[in-house]
């Protein structure tokens, strides 16, 4: 299955139940995270590669690799923005190398899987609508409608 990264890492922190554990799981995804290289964007960021909603005023990338894959490049412009770095993280680990047609079957319900309810509603929605951003892109690149940026 296409998606087993994913899959496994849902797995670990559904084994999780305890805030504490999740949080540092979280802290830890968080730690990993890899801003855009400049060779891909700079700021000012474009706004087509804004996340509308995110709290953390992030961005996303996806560049098609010649084996047809996308790879996921994140900005997280607010410096708070912990939950966006380690969503971030997460999303590139388990979904960069994909074809854009799997990553784009991805559901927003993971936020909810890995966050829980230790999250404010507003916070949730942004992590969401990042979610959702990836997929949007992968839907456009494996429709064939342009190269994702």
């Known amino acids: 299955m296409p998606l087993d ?14 805030p ?17 290289p400049a060779e891909v964007a700079t700021r000012p960021f474009p706004e087509k590669n804004h996340i509308p909603q995110c709290e953390s005023d992030a961005h996303v990338w996806g560049l098609k690799q010649p084996d047809g894959t996308l790879k996921l490049h994140f900005a ?6 912990i939950s966006a770095r380690a969503l971030a993280t997460i999303l590139d680990k388990t979904l960069s190398g994909l074809p854009p047609a799997e990553i784009a079957k991805v559901d927003c319900d993971i936020v909810e899987r890995i ?3 230790n999250i404010s509603m507003g916070k949730g929605m942004g992590l969401m609508a990042m979610v959702d951003a990836v997929r949007m892109l992968a839907k456009r690149a494996s429709d064939g409608n342009g190269a994702p940026a």
């Open 5 to 18: 990264k994913l899959t496994d890492l849902l797995s670990t922190f559904d084994e999780f139940p305890d």
């Open 76 to 81: 997280v412009e607010n410096p708070s923005g």
């Open 20 to 36: 504490a554990d999740r949080t540092d799981m979280l802290l830890s995804y968080a730690d990993q995270f890899k801003e855009v």
């Open 115 to 117: 966050f829980r309810r």
